[in-house]
């Protein structure tokens, strides 16, 4: 989790300086998603989902494949979890 932190801030920083009308179209989708979600489960893919399109609006691809490597690590750890509602 760490590791994500630190690259989704560079990420982060770039995709403001970068980011064109498509991505920002994007990012507002993807806000809109993590909004709506009702669950737990689903809101944590949209995070996930979230973070991706910043990473991807940052448009540096070693990066963004790093960045989606650390994810897939994320969710290889957590296909066991459970989660409770209201949690």
Do not use: C, N
């Not at 991505?23 to 709506?36: H, I, P």
């Not at 960045?67 to 994320?74: A, D, F, G, K, L």
């Amino acid at each position: 989790f760490e590791a994500r932190l630190y690259l989704e801030f560079g990420l982060t920083k770039a995709a403001f300086e970068r980011a064109d009308a498509d991505d920002v179209t994007a990012m507002r989708a993807a806000m809109v998603t993590l909004r709506a979600s009702t669950d737990a489960a689903r809101f944590f893919d949209a995070v996930l989902a979230f973070h991706g399109v910043v990473a991807a609006a940052a448009h540096i691809p070693v990066l963004e494949g790093m960045h989606q490597t650390i994810v897939t690590s994320i969710k290889a750890v957590l296909t066991r979890v459970r989660f409770v509602d209201q949690y």
